[in-house]
């Protein structure tokens, strides 16, 4: 849509600022901007107000680096948790993945990212350090390493393996396998033979189903 | 997503106020959300300042109703413009979709809506009044009434058509017919029997192009 025609810089500079989230074209920032223009002014210092407050309250968790908004959040002071067992994850959303799960009880740690040198991303912009202090202070029986199966998430799985090697903590990694609801003609081979390789007994699958 | 599993309260309000925008689901809302607790702290004061600006400042144009930075809007105090002649649309995008045409040399009407019985938006809750002023002032060669072809855009002409009637406004209406790129066989018949009664000069239809 052609810019010039906006009947008002204030309407085009919102519609800017909406454009510049990921997945937003212009079209729906406009849908979404003429929407807000139409509720009360309440309803949109709310909206603004949240994202203001969020922004600037929001504290990182002093043990997992998850975003909370206490020093130290809900998971690392809940009294019921093992946290002695720690699944290293990505990012915030991965934490809400597993977390909505309900299969763990155990403690997180946050990386904030994945080793990728095509974006400059290095250990050293990365939460392996705290995690490394973590286990060297005794503070964990078990790291999952639960990264994306792809070339970055490999050898970040593999820098923060070589890291604690020396210390006796377990590393585990998730289990690959056939996707349950998945038909095994569209499964791909990768998958399909790490999954025949580590089988796993019958009796045992069953009890979780 | 259960909204429990959110490690923040401050997240899920900023979460949940994206969430009522039109088209915006929770996944989404959180992506975004997520984007922005990644900008610096001016990148999202400039996002919300932008939209609170907007709802704060923006005016509607006196003469034409469209949103305005000022009480005139560009288009009403444009001296290139003939603004004798008045296209009446449902909204503001539909000005903008007009104006992006590059084909109208004219004014605006916005009525804001149009008369919707289900929704229980009748003719006073639209600038119906204001346009029908416009037009007894002696401001308005001609009036386009340009809304949608569903039944509530008819209605809403032919309330408009009726409290114009006794003035001596020349009253006219988009050209309906076969969309340009469609095909014929694609077509539903309304329009095409339209299309046929209302069939243009040849000679005169590839001067258009």
């Keep these: 849509m052609n810019t010039d025609h906006f009947p008002s810089r204030l309407l085009e500079q919102a519609v800017d600022e909406f454009a510049k989230l990921p997945g937003i074209g212009k079209k729906t920032a406009l849908r979404l901007v003429l929407h807000l223009l139409k509720q009360e002014h309440k309803e949109v210092e709310r909206f603004t107000g949240a994202i ?48 909505n799960t309900q299969q763990f009880n155990g403690g997180y740690h946050v990386l904030g990212g994945i080793i ?16 490394v202090e973590r286990v060297e202070r005794g503070e964990v029986d078990e790291v999952i390493l639960a990264l994306s199966t792809t070339m970055e998430g490999d050898t970040t799985n593999f820098f923060i393996y070589k890291k604690l ?5 377990k590393i585990s990694t998730l289990a ?26 019958f009796e045992d699958s069953i009890k979780q189903l």
């Design 116 to 131: 990728s040198p095509m974006d400059g991303i290095g250990p050293s912009d990365l939460e392996i350090n705290s995690l």
């Design 176 to 201: 690959r396998g056939v996707s349950i609801g998945d038909e095994l003609e569209y499964t791909d081979e990768v998958t399909l033979g790490r999954s025949i390789v580590n089988r796993l007994n």
């Design 52 to 99: 203001n407050t969020l922004k600037k309250e929001i504290k990182h968790c002093k043990v997992c680096r998850n975003i909370s908004d206490t020093d130290t959040c809900n998971i690392c002071s809940s009294p019921s948790r093992n946290l002695r067992i720690v699944c290293v994850v990505e990012n915030i959303k991965d934490v809400m993945s597993i977390e």
């Design 165 to 169: 090697k020396g210390t006796d903590v």
